[in-house]
């Protein structure tokens, strides 16, 4: 079965500290790939995604992931963290199938990762 | 939040009695979808909608059932609700395939 893991429920680093958040997939071809953010309180925002090419993507606030298909992971980085960033971490994942002329896809998410930033 | 409003935001209802709540977009986005959070569950699919009165089952589909009249609005409704359904409810939009924009979502709490 598809499915998306984050192994780590929750992590504290401290701020100005590296960052490395994991996750791994189980998929039969290569998802299309996402991060997430969600702040207490807030929807989800779109962090990052990897569809194909480069396999180090940047996104928003200083955030990169790379896609790692020989261990089929895409863990999400960031070189120093800011007491922003504390929030809720999830990757997603997604197989796109066609659909009266459109594509869609049930995108699977992981169980988030909780980010606490310590001053 | 990519044009995109859910109604109500918080609401407590009790065992057994019907709820709808509304999402909204200004995006002419074609796919709709609705998802549950719960703790230690991430986000799970329980409906979506590829175009007007086009819709589909998710993974968590029993109890509810969707609508989707007009290209802006998709409806959830909870038949008969129950305290399983506590949960924050998000709705999401795409234009074609990857890369979904969710919405602020709605508390509800069944008692």
């Known amino acids: 079965a598809q499915s998306v893991t984050q192994p780590d429920i929750h992590i504290t680093v401290s701020e100005g500290a590296s960052l490395e958040l994991r996750c791994n997939y189980s998929y039969g071809a290569t998802p299309y790939l996402f991060w997430y953010v969600q702040s207490p309180g807030q929807g989800l925002q779109l962090l990052l995604k990897?569809?194909?090419?480069?396999?180090l993507v940047q996104g928003i606030k200083g955030f990169e992931a790379e896609f790692k298909r020989s261990q089929s992971s895409f863990n999400l980085r960031k070189p120093s963290v800011h007491w922003s960033d504390a929030a809720e971490y999830f990757c997603?994942?997604?197989?796109?199938?066609?659909?009266?002329?459109?594509?869609?896809?049930?995108?699977?998410f992981g169980k988030g990762t909780k980010l606490s930033v310590k001053p | 939040d990519a044009g995109i409003t859910q109604s109500p935001r918080h609401k407590v209802t009790e065992t057994g009695t019907p709820v709808t709540l509304r999402c909204h977009q200004t995006?002419?986005?074609?796919?709709m979808y609705w998802y549950r959070q719960d703790p230690g569950h991430g986000l799970r699919l329980i409906h979506y909608?590829?175009?007007?009165?086009?819709?589909d089952k998710g993974e968590v589909s029993d109890g509810y059932s969707v609508s989707r009249s007009k290209t802006e609005d998709f409806l959830l409704t909870l038949e008969s609700a129950t305290s399983s359904q506590t949960s924050v409810y998000f709705c999401?939009?795409?234009?074609?395939?990857?890369?979904?924009?969710f919405g602020n979502g709605t508390r509800l709490t069944v008692t």
């Open positions: 909608s590829y175009g007007v009165k086009d819709t």
């Open positions: 990897y569809f194909s090419g480069d396999t």
């Open positions: 995006e002419n986005h074609r796919y």
């Open positions: 999401a939009i795409s234009e074609s395939g990857p890369a979904l924009h």
């Open positions: 997603a994942a997604q197989l796109l199938e066609d659909t009266d002329g459109g594509s869609q896809g049930n995108l699977i």
